[in-house]
């Protein structure tokens, strides 16, 4: 079982940058497979970005490919979002989410078994 608490969302005005964290839970972190989805109001959650528990290779959406950047850091078990050049339309509930363990990482949501609770970031134009 692995818990997960995301932090950091909170107001921006586009352009700006944005820290999310995601604290995990149990000592075996660092063989999960990290997300962030997010999702909008009245939109299904989509897949932003994800590190493999192997390598630390990441993988993005295309939508913030070249302006988010995610990283872990197994000593402290977390997982990092950092947000640059936010847009608007980035406003969004961002969810931190663990995959089975030992599996590499995915764009599904149905490949994560474990979630947090939820972080709401807004952008203002």
């Known amino acids: 079982q692995v818990q997960l608490v995301e932090s950091g969302g909170g107001l921006v005005q586009a352009g700006g940058s944005l820290r999310l964290s995601c604290a995990a839970s149990?000592?075996?972190?660092?063989?999960?497979?990290m997300g962030w989805f997010r999702q909008a109001p009245g939109k299904e959650r989509e897949f932003v970005a994800a590190?493999?528990?192997?390598?630390?290779?990441?993988y993005y959406a295309a939508s913030v490919k070249g302006r988010f950047t995610i990283s872990r850091d197994n000593a402290k078990d977390k997982v990092y979002l950092q947000m640059s050049s936010v847009k608007p339309e980035d406003t969004s509930v961002y969810y931190c989410?663990?995959?089975?363990?030992?599996?590499?990482?995915?764009?599904?949501?149905?490949?994560?078994?474990?979630w947090g609770q939820g972080t709401q970031v807004t952008v203002s134009s």
């Open positions: 989410a663990a995959a089975q363990r030992y599996r590499d990482h995915s764009a599904s949501r149905n490949e994560y078994p474990y």
């Open positions: 149990g000592r075996t972190f660092r063989s999960y497979a």
């Open positions: 590190v493999n528990w192997s390598d630390d290779s990441t």
